[in-house]
């Protein structure tokens, strides 16, 4: 299955009381996604809090969600151990996802001759195109020659690179043309920029609440027509979200639309708390201007490329 175009990171819901996935509430979500045209769905990378879970009930839900949705499935089968990573990714090989993806061990902070080895020896051991995962903003870097070296070896079918920095998409990007790899972003806010320059998609938490303003700026890159109007809403809502402790903003976001996603995993003091609630009353009075937009500019585009999902 083809990795290309938007793919919302999905938030994970939790069940209440619990450190359980609400599975109810997870294949929801995931219809909810499918129905607005998403070409994939990430499942369990930094917006759907994977720490959080046990291996069980991520593995469950993975197999549940190949049989719920036609779209390709990204699952992050990062772990602590590459024990554990194996065993996620081999399950998700085994359900039907079309790729995984692999972060350096979290919380403890490794070199990057210790990541190599990590990073190929699950590739050896995991039958599934694997795409490295980089997101300096939460754990052990993927260092721009770590990845490149790595990419090289042939063993990855790509990289999600979350870092934001533009030189290094350049330099990604150069390797993945002569090389013939996929460079995804989360950089939501570079994507309709770095999209014309030629990365192959986007895994998006923002996409996992707006996945309609994503896909209206992924078809209209596509098409040729400008994003300016569309740009701007993404970075203003971009920027609101990371004023909390991630993904809260993003849950938070997500309730205003009616979609479940649980407790946060830590409460707020009472600053935040009194904010979030301003984001609240902003997001609820914002987000029939950013619908309206994204439909408007979808009704725009030429029939054969506003349905290249469906």
Known sequence: ?????????????????????????????????????????????STGEFPHFSIDDRTRLVGMAAKRVRVPLLV??????LEGAVQIGQEAAGAGAAAVLIMPPYYFRYGQEEIRA???????????????YNIPFLTTELELQTSLDLLATGAFAGIKDSGGKWEHFEALQALAVSRGFSVLTGAEVLYSRMRRAGIAGTISGVATVLPELLVAIDR???AGQDTVQLDAYLAD????????????????????????????????????????????????????????AS????????PAVAGLSD
Not at 14 to 43: K, M, N, P, Q, W
Not at 295 to 302: I, T
Request: net charge negative; aromatic share 10%.
């Open 237 to 292: 809502f971009a920027h609101r979200v990371l004023s909390f402790p991630f993904p809260i903003g993003v849950k938070e976001a997500a309730a205003v639309r009616g979609i479940k996603s649980g407790p946060n995993a830590s409460p707020l003091g009472p600053d935040q708390t009194r904010h979030l609630e301003a984001f609240r009353a902003w997001f609820r009075e914002c987000l029939p201007q950013i619908l309206q």
């Open 118 to 132: 990590f990073c190929l020896q699950f590739a050896e051991q995991v039958d599934i195109p694997v795409y490295l």
């Open 76 to 81: 992050n089968a990062s772990h602590s151990t």
């Open 220 to 222: 209209r890159v596509r």
């Open 1 to 45: 299955m083809k990795i290309e175009g938007v793919f919302p990171a999905a938030l994970t819901p939790r069940a209440e009381g619990s450190t359980a996935v609400d599975f109810a509430a997870s294949l929801d979500l995931l219809d909810f996604l499918e129905a607005h045209r998403v070409d994939g769905i990430a499942l369990f990378g």
């Open 295 to 302: 439909e408007e500019h979808d009704s725009k585009l030429n």
